[in-house]
């Protein structure tokens, strides 16, 4: 995995912005909406979106004055990808020593 690559990870670790993740895993939502389900101010959320957003993991749109953030799909596909390849080394690994005790 590049640096690159565990940005997004980087990213994941504050906890503000996993929460974000998780209010726009419902569903779209405005910077408003998001500021009320967190315990943060507008200007912090609109922050934590531009990292999310620079990062690949939120898009956004305008719509009227509004701009409405939803999670990037494959953004969120990409570190599903990398958990996966974790996950398959982790097993292969567990099978080699199983079969090493055998």
Not at 53 to 64: F, H, I, S
Request: net charge negative.
């Amino acid at each position: 995995m590049t640096y690159e690559e565990a940005e997004g990870w980087t990213t994941l670790a504050d906890p503000t912005r996993r929460t974000i993740l998780m209010e726009l895993a419902t569903g779209e939502r405005t910077v408003g909406e998001l500021t009320g389900a967190l315990p943060v101010t507008q200007p912090a959320v609109s922050q934590h979106l531009k990292v999310l957003k620079n990062v690949g993991l939120v898009t956004d749109r305008a719509e009227g004055t509004k701009r409405i953030y939803r999670l990037n799909e494959a953004g969120v596909a990409a570190l599903r990808d990398q958990l996966d390849m974790f996950w398959k080394r982790t097993m292969s690994g567990f099978e080699q020593l199983m079969e090493e005790e055998r």
